[in-house]
């Protein structure tokens, strides 16, 4: 979707916050976000619905947010579109029939959770790749996926496949609980390409983009 | 079970905007609440991962990874064909390390890494991102000025000096090898990793400093 998420080349942003913002985490609400979310608590979503309920935030909070509060909101929204949570005990605070307690972990049982969650997002080929390392390709224009991985200010663009990765699932249809593959590929455009003459010739910027995302140029 | 359904998410984001306290503070708090009476976490399990990311996993790991590249070629090699491989020699594979390429700054070329989409990160390698990493300015223009975002990091690169940034658009993560400073030719790899910094392996630190490590 064209949403306020899609921040590559917007401009207007103004200075990096390099060391205000040099921490991870600026408060302790920002930590337990991020152990509740680690935990898997919305067990049904995959890893792209849980993207593409981001880019469904309302615009105007998405940009106003911190990192921790738009997961916050997000994962609300995520437990009661899941049936996990209802609107009233959101409202309420608390659920009316609690459930038995979870089993608490301890942080070696964590930091060996975390090496186990190596996940592979490769998938069985199953049609040859349109495309090899060293041809010149193009991106679409136009997506009209509800989620998608091909950002505006690379669309209808031409670069270089750089790399080949095999098929990797495809978000588009990840985000909406389908789980096929696509070729994946590493595609180099040169500086001057996305953003005019006045550019570095010598920079170039790279995006992973699955096939469906180019045509040969 | 997630209903998958674009309008029903937007709808309920509407719904939670109008009815529910803003106060990100509050939102957690509730999260949480519901999470522990659920029975899908326990406030301990939370404890565990808070002290497991501040302890355990973090920037210190990439460190170890860049100063073995650093002394022994043949770790470099393997690290720079398949970084998820090369990582498991340390036990460092994990969250969002899957598919990990380790990228090698040059005289020539200047490696960074961003992700205009969201804020995707090596998280098993390098821990939490900071906070710039996942700022909307750094994610706006990084692509498009890398140069003068460098800049705002005290990176004054030449022209002549390539920069290639990677936006993270897929489920690939890269860390970026930084080189080896000047003068550290006795040092081993314990000592080496100390001056390994975090910004260096994402791409906006280029010249490390051998003195005072």
Known sequence: MDGIHDLGGKEGYGPVPVTEGDAPFAHDWEQRMWGLAREGICPSMTIDWFRHGLELMVPGDYLTFSYFQKWATNYLMLMVDAGQITLEELERGYVLEPADPARTKTVDQIVEQVRRACTDFSVPEETPAHFAVGDTVRTLRQINHNHTRLPAYARDCVGEVIAHHGSHLFPDEGAHDRHVGQHLYTVSFSAQELWGDDANPRDTVTLELWESYLVPA | MSTFDSKHAAHLHRHIHSH??????????????????????????????????????????????????????????????????????????????????????????????????????????????????????????????????????????????????????????????????????????????????????????????????
């Open chain 2, 20 to 213: 529910v306290p803003s106060d990100p503070a509050l939102r957690v708090k509730a999260l949480e609440s519901l999470a522990v009476e659920k029975g899908l976490i326990s406030s301990e399990t939370i404890d565990a991962w808070v002290e497991a990311y501040s302890e355990h996993i973090g920037p210190m790991r990439g460190a170890k990874v860049v100063a073995r590249a650093w002394v022994d070629p043949g770790f470099k090699t393997r690290l720079l064909a398949d970084a998820t491989e090369a990582i498991k020699e340390f036990g460092f594979e994990g969250n969002a390390t899957g598919h990990l390429k380790a990228v090698e700054n040059t005289d020539a070329q200047h490696n960074m890494v961003v992700c205009t989409l969201c804020s995707c990160y090596p998280f098993s390698i390098l821990g939490m991102s900071p906070a710039w990493y996942k700022s909307a300015a750094y994610r706006a223009r990084a692509v498009r000025e890398p140069r003068t975002v460098l800049a705002e990091f005290g990176v004054n690169l030449p022209e002549e000096v390539a920069v290639r940034v990677w936006d993270s658009t897929a489920e690939l993560r890269y860390l970026v090898v930084p080189q080896r400073p000047a003068g550290t030719d006795d040092w081993d790899e314990d000592r080496l990793s100390g001056i390994v910094t975090r910004n260096s392996m994402i791409g906006t630190d280029r010249v490390l400093k051998a003195g005072g490590a």
